[in-house]
């Protein structure tokens, strides 16, 4: 009996690679810097104090956060707006909106995604052709606002040709988990940088810190990928009370 070997896609353009690279930047105009999402909170409660409880502070938070919900609706984003499915974008866009445990976690998403579609409207000089695509529009209105996750799918989306990925499965599932390593590598710099003013900490103990969250990304995107629809959740009951506390924080550096 011969063996099936399972088709593999082709390596990723580099146009496509570089324009994951470019929305991991923490230099990207929407804001991910002035967040520490509960980490300024942690370390006002005494409960992040040092380089070890940061690290484990925050590779807590990919596997029992991310992976089970945002990095999930990316996967999921991504491949309804290739397939220009708007229901299924909405769908997801207000299953964050809904599961935001707090108003300034809530607020961050929603400013993220807002100033993403914004960039996304004007990072060439061309605006007439890039109107010209209607998931922009489409996703800039969404109500109440276009949520970080949501708009971050479309932007991969639309680094792919047109009709590509949409035509070979192989070839999604590949874009789908390069998009993820780029989304959950973003938001482990910016994480690394809070750390590194809140606790704080020296650049070389940042460097680190990053290392050990890079360290179970493969992990987590394997999860989030495996996840279906009715075991997404997002249900951090510590990081709520804390996002919480922050709100009404006397001092503080960061917006979360």
Not at 24 to 40: K, M, N, Q, R, W
Not at 51 to 60: L, P, R
Not at 121 to 129: E, K, P, Q
Not at 200 to 207: F, I
Request: proline share 6%; aromatic share 6%.
């Amino acid at each position: 009996m011969s063996r099936v070997i399972p088709a593999r896609a082709a390596p990723l353009p580099p146009a496509t690679r570089l324009q994951l690279m470019w929305l991991a930047s923490p230099a990207l105009p929407v804001g991910g810097f002035s967040y520490s999402e509960g980490l300024e909170a942690a370390v006002d409660a005494g409960l992040v104090s040092n380089e070890a409880q940061a690290a484990q502070w925050f590779t807590d938070q990919i596997r029992l956060s991310l992976a089970r919900s945002d990095l999930a609706v990316v996967a999921k984003a991504i491949a309804a707006w290739v397939r220009g499915d708007l229901a299924r974008v909405q769908e997801l866009n207000e299953w964050v909106t809904l599961t935001r445990e707090t108003s300034e976690l809530c607020l961050q998403s929603e400013q993220m995604g807002r100033s993403l579609c914004e960039w996304l409207r004007n990072r060439s000089g061309d605006l007439h052709a890039l109107t010209q695509d209607p998931r922009l529009a489409q996703c800039a209105a969404m109500p109440p606002a276009p949520n970080w996750s949501v708009a971050f799918a479309l932007a991969v989306a639309q680094c792919l040709p047109a009709g590509s990925a949409s035509q070979d499965a192989v070839a999604l599932q590949a874009l789908v988990r390069e998009a993820l390593l780029s989304f959950a590598f973003g938001w482990a710099e910016n994480m690394a940088q809070a750390a590194i003013k809140a606790v704080p900490l020296g650049q070389s103990a940042g460097q680190r810190i990053l290392q050990a969250v890079v360290d179970v990304i493969p992990e987590a995107i394997d999860h989030a990928l495996a996840l279906p629809d009715s075991q997404r959740q997002a249900f951090t009951p510590m990081l709520a009370i804390l996002s919480s506390q922050h709100e009404h924080q006397y001092s503080r550096l960061f917006r979360s």
